[in-house]
């Protein structure tokens, strides 16, 4: 049986982490086993430019920090080694990891958390795919924009239309036969 002195150092990281976790929006779990110190560095160095933090945590530690924060159903997620990666914006753990798990073999994603529900590899896959604000931004301001230009357009070759109508001579009518008759 562990000491008392041990105990609580258990207990007080548990309550570190607990912390650390609560402002997250997303958490993507992967397995590292087998990366190269520089496929390590490259991750670490992408997730940190996306302000994404990545710890390497027991599974026992793990479940007891996820069970105080009420999230529960990650068993299967907890087998073998364990990467956390986490971050407050919800789809940056999701896309670095994504793209890091694609192109390194040995990375691979185990499941999530997206807004305190369990998600499964489809889903985390499916929310790395989710464009960026700026991109979102400019899509939903082109959808907004283009039924006017498409509109502006129209408008513009009817008058085009008109000013040609104008311009052109028009057709003489043709002289009735036998309008006398």
């Known amino acids: 049986m562990p000491s008392e002195k041990i ?23 992967a397995s590292t086993r ?18 994404v933090k990545l710890q390497v945590i027991k599974n ?16 299967e997620v907890f087998k073998g080694p364990t990467a956390v990666a986490y971050s407050e914006n ?4 999701a896309k670095v990891m994504s793209k890091f798990a694609e192109s390194i073999e040995v990375l691979e994603i185990k499941g999530g ?3 305190g529900k369990v998600a499964s590899i489809e889903e985390i896959n499916a929310l790395a795919k989710v464009p960026d ?11 907004m924009l ?4 498409k509109l502006a357009m129209l408008v513009k070759a009817v008058a085009e239309k008109a000013q040609e109508g ?12 036998n309008a006398e008759a």
């Open 113 to 115: 958390i997206i807004e």
């Open 90 to 93: 919800l789809v940056a753990p």
């Open 7 to 29: 105990l609580a150092a258990k207990k007080q990281n548990i309550a570190e982490l607990v912390e650390s976790f609560k402002g997250a929006n997303a958490f993507v779990f």
């Open 133 to 143: 604000k700026e991109t979102l931004y400019s899509q939903v301001v082109y959808g």
């Open 166 to 177: 104008e311009g052109a001579p028009v057709a003489e009518e043709a002289p009735a036969e």
């Open 34 to 51: 087998g990366l190269t110190v520089a496929q390590d560095t490259e991750l670490r160095n992408e997730l940190r430019k996306n302000d």
């Open 146 to 149: 283009f039924p006017m230009t």
């Open 60 to 75: 026992t530690t793990l479940r007891f920090v996820f069970k105080e924060l009420g999230i529960e159903g990650l068993d």
